[in-house]
Structures are given as C-alpha cells and as structure tokens.
C-alpha cells in the first residue's frame, strides 16, 4: 500500500485541529481499565462521562463563594472552621468524591500554606483541576523546606512575625485556605469581594489584595 | 483531653491511642510497598494536631483490600527546625500532616 506523496504537509487546514498524540502506557492502561469495567457492567459509559463533566465543572469560584461567604458571616464562618465538608455543601457545593474537607484560617499571626509532597491531592470540588505547578516536583519538595523563599518567588513577602504552617496534604483530608479579608473593602458585597479571592490565595501562596487593579495593569 | 468538636465518634470507632497534645515520634522503618508517610518526617517528633477519623489503611487498599482494615489517622505538627536543621532557629514556622497511629510511638 502506497502513501499519497501529495499530501505531506507544508500547508495548513485553517479549523482543523491536529490528531492527538498516539496513547502513551498510562493512557492506554486506563482506557483498557475502563473498557473492561464498562464491559463488565460496574460503571456505565454515561457515568463515566458525566463525572468527568462534573469535575471539568468544578472552579475556583466555588472556593472564592465560601471565602466570601466566611467574610461576611460569622456563624458560617465558624461552621467552615469546624467542618469544611458540611459549610460547603450548606452553598450547594457537593464533595462529590467524599473528600475531608479542613479549612485553615490566615490570621495576623499565622500564614497556611498546602502542598501535596507524594503526588497532587487538591480539594477538588472547590477548586477544580490543581495548576501544573501544584503538581511539580519543585514546588513538592521545596515547599515543606523553604516556604518562605518559595513564597517570596510567587512575589509573597510574609514578615518573619507571622508564623508559616505549611500542610502537606499527604492522605485523606484536603486543604482550603481562608485568606485575610484585606483592608479597605468594608464596602463590598460578598459577590464583589469573591470577585477579589484568587485561586492561588485559597493554595495560601499569595495574598488576597484589595483590588485586581494592579494584575491587569498592562495589559490594555 | 478535649476531643469534642473535632469530629471524632469516640462510641462507634475504637478509641485513639494518642491525644491532642501528645508527644509522638514518627516510627523509622522502611518497609516495600505503598505508604503515605514520607521520609522527610520519619524519625521526627511532633505533636498531635488533631484527631481524625478511620481510614481505610492505603499500605493494604493499595494492593486491593478494600474492605475491613481501618487506621486512625491524625494531624501531626512539627516545628520546622526539627525537619530541617538548616531552618532558621528563631522561627515559630510549622509543618503540619495527616499520619496512620501504627506510625507512631509515643515520644
């Protein structure tokens, strides 16, 4: 069998996406995995499909809501302190894979932080998918050894008076930070103060600021 | 020692060995297979944080028994100067992270 010799591309089809790459071993592994699940009737082709629909639906706005949330109302606050997982389900976020959820509170005396040293726990549900440096071996092993040089590269400076926890999210719970509520936004409504809470503030690798301003500026 | 709040149903799980406050040394063994307590706390003493739930213990779920085998997991904190003796001596820092009670003996 002959290969068209016309077609070997120095040209691009404008809309057409490239073919992905050929299944690696761990790729291929679950998809035989899941095959055979699905042929032996425990999961269905559906069901699988839609958890990865409700993963893929998970966002750091959900964990910016509880932030907001804890902001604003004390009692609520203290229920999330006291049980991450049942607060968050009080907001209608559900802990879909059964995880623990502990949320750790920045004061002006201690500063948390969350790593996962052995592979990449998250708390998923009220997060989503973790950033790729979540996941890198840098970030793993320096974390727990030098935060402070760590968080001074992701440009956090906290003064040597306040205290770092650093949680290493290693087993069965995971790990939400609640950042201080910065100065200056008694003003705001809880819908605008979730709008300041970022994804790397609730990770405790930053802080949240007052005001998104500054991150936009230059890029008009 | 005050467990109350802290989630533990001490009437339908068999009691902790350990209490909030306690000293413990992370066990030292390295033995094949799937653990969850890495090498940079073994060895180390810390304090117990907090006092889980049971879980089912991950050395056996790893191999596929899913079923009957539960540890008590804690949090434990440690300073940092006792991980790392590098680490600068005047910092109150912490690490804190969930260990299996059959990883610790009392320090």
């Not at chain 1, 109302?73 to 968050?88: H, I, T, V, W, Y």
């Not at chain 1, 998918?129 to 968080?151: F, H, S, T």
């Not at chain 1, 040597?160 to 930070?177: K, T």
Request: with cysteine; charged share 25%.
């Amino acid at each position: 069998m002959t290969v068209p010799d016309h077609h070997d591309h120095d040209h691009a089809h404008p809309g057409v996406t490239k073919d992905e790459e050929p299944y690696g071993y761990y790729a291929t592994l679950e998809l035989a995995v899941r095959e055979l699940l699905i042929e032996a009737g425990l999961i269905t082709t559906d069901e699988h499909r839609r958890q990865i629909e409700i993963l893929d639906s998970r966002s750091p706005v959900l964990g910016a809501k509880v932030v907001a949330r804890a902001w604003t109302d004390p009692e609520f606050k203290k229920r999330l302190l006291a049980d991450g997982s049942a607060a968050c389900e009080e907001l209608g976020i559900t802990m879909y894979d059964g995880a623990h959820l502990i949320v750790h509170e920045n004061t002006d005396q201690v500063h948390n932080m969350v790593v996962c040293t052995l592979c990449s726990c998250y708390p998923r549900p009220v997060l989503g998918l973790p950033p790729d440096w979540y996941k890198n071996k840098q970030y793993r092993a320096r974390a727990v050894k030098e935060p402070r040089a760590v968080l001074k590269e992701f440009g956090t400076t906290i003064p040597d008076e306040v205290s770092i926890h650093v949680h290493d999210s290693n087993a069965n719970m995971r790990y939400l930070i609640l950042p201080l509520r910065p100065a200056g936004t008694e003003h705001l409504t809880e819908e605008e103060l979730a709008g300041l809470v970022t994804r790397d503030a609730m990770i405790g690798v930053t802080v949240v600021k007052s005001s998104l301003v500054q991150t936009n500026r230059g890029q008009a | 020692m005050n467990v109350e709040g802290l989630g533990v149903d001490l009437a339908k799980s068999s009691s902790p060995a350990f209490l909030v406050n306690d000293l413990v040394k992370i066990k030292n063994k390295t033995p094949v297979g799937h653990y969850r307590t890495p090498f940079y706390v073994r060895g180390k003493t810390g304090r117990i944080e907090r006092i889980l739930d049971e879980f089912i213990n991950p050395e056996e779920e790893a191999y596929g028994k899913n079923v009957g085998s539960k540890v008590r997991l804690y949090r434990v904190s440690f300073a940092q100067q006792e991980l790392w003796p590098e680490y600068h001596s005047a910092s109150l820092d912490q690490l804190q992270i969930e260990i299996s009670e059959h990883w610790l003996e009392p320090a």
